[in-house]
DNA sequence: CTCGGTGCAAAGCTTTTGCATCCGC
DNA sequence: GCGGATGCAAAAGCTTTGCACCGAG
């Protein structure tokens, strides 16, 4: 398994690359920003990462948060959730199995889960209505059983 | 083919039933903005509801919209969807055939699909995590081929 | 040196809330 | 008549924008 350090490494490679290739500039908050995103595991909004690299004193604004999670959504090193709430969520996704979610709609927590049957319908509706299908957001809606669900999980478990 | 009617008339006593269940008042605004959503072809937003009912001059607030369009995600009657965007879709959902969407990143159009095999995956998930699964959001991203895609088409055709 | 990027604060938009009034039960 | 529901407007949240300054190329 890639250690923490190894897989930052070419993450960097990979954003200085699509930062060269769009001839945008390699700032260092950008690099912080990518940094502190792939320091995080699970799910986070845009509140909690300013949050965050705010205790620990980057100077860092909202606006550049913004801007640069655009910038990671474009090059596919950071994907974006509209789940149930009006925050996005947001999560790292290289070296990251490809992966959907499922969230009970009683104690929001949200669990992950990859069926590669999904493949497979991609490809089809894909055929028919002759689209080129990039990427997919399947969500499933449910209840946990047990009991257990009537306390409050952290939601991005 | 059901009439417009005959379906308005059914979803009407689908709504009556639930709030009664809920002990909930039947007011003539929350039938109207039903009426409103039903006789809806495709996607809508809060904003284009809530403006089409003042058109006519039907007195409505905000408010009321939000507030029964609670009520009907509740019980079924519409879906809710959060597409890319900040502003949150609704569709009527009682006599449509369950079905899920097909996003082109470029120009934004909007299509739908079904595919039954999205139902074995939901139950076996639904064993494996051990969750009861009421209901799924699938939605594919990729560009439609062919060109015709450069022009911009009506987002909720 | 240039001009893209940043920080800050203000503005924009969607959604929620507080409160007086209204009306279904 | 009581208490839930409504309309209105104000407030709250998330995200975007304007502008002066900074710093990467």
Redesign the pocket.
């Known amino acids: 398994m890639k250690s923490k350090v190894a897989t930052y490494k070419k993450v960097k490679q990979l954003f200085t690359s699509y930062?060269d290739s769009?001839?945008?500039?390699?700032?260092?908050?950008?690099y912080a920003?990518l940094e502190e995103i792939y320091a995080w595991s699970g799910h986070f909004?845009?509140?909690e990462l300013y949050g965050n690299m705010k205790d620990k004193n980057?100077?860092?604004?909202?606006?550049?948060?913004?801007?640069?999670l655009?910038l990671l959504l474009a090059c596919d090193l950071v994907t974006k959730h509209r789940f149930g709430k009006?925050?996005?969520q947001y999560e790292k996704s290289f070296a990251c199995k490809q992966h959907d979610h499922l969230i009970c709609t009683n104690c929001h927590k949200v669990l992950e889960f990859c069926d590669p049957r999904i493949q497979n319908i991609q490809k089809t509706v894909g055929n028919i209505l002759n689209f080129n299908i990039f990427h997919h957001s399947l969500v499933l809606y449910g209840s946990c059983n047990k009991g257990n669900c009537e306390n409050r999980f952290l939601e991005n478990q």
Request: no cysteine.
């Open positions: 930062l769009k001839s945008l500039r390699k700032t260092p908050e950008r920003i909004d845009v509140e980057y100077r860092v604004s909202r606006a550049t948060v913004y801007n640069t655009d009006n925050v996005a």
